[in-house]
């Protein structure tokens, strides 16, 4: 068991680790992009990454405190599940209704690694290996799945 402090050190390490290996890679489009705070461009949706001692999830969360307005991006990302899935080579588990860690309500799509332990140092490269191809993925298709949102920004 870590000590608080110690919890945060290790969190705060990993995830500037990660941040200094994903730094060199390009997006999509071919600019720098800050990879550790991913803007969509869309308010209320986010690229989260996650990792505790248990897991590790990486998705799209659409945060949108209307309920009818979550539901359509959700469905508007329905409708280019073929494309994400095309893009990141693998199914994603679509969750329309879920909470957050403070309880409020939100949209998923996420992969998720099990088990995986952020505070052990022997499990880094493997949350690296998860995240790196993913978070690429997700770029690769948000690159031309954004304008499927146009007429909701």
Known sequence: MYSKTEATQLRQAFWTTLGQYMQP???ADGGPVNWMNYKTGLKHVYFRLHADN????VGIEITHPDEDLRELFFEQFRELRTMLEEATGEAWTWEPEAL???GQPLARIYQELRPA???NRDDWPQLISFF???LVALDEFWSSGQYAF???R
């Open 117 to 119: 332990n952020l505070f």
């Open 54 to 57: 248990r897991h590790a999830t």
């Open 150 to 152: 146009d007429e909701l």
């Open 100 to 102: 957050n860690e403070s």
């Open 132 to 134: 790196k191809p993913r």
């Open 25 to 27: 890679v390009p997006s």
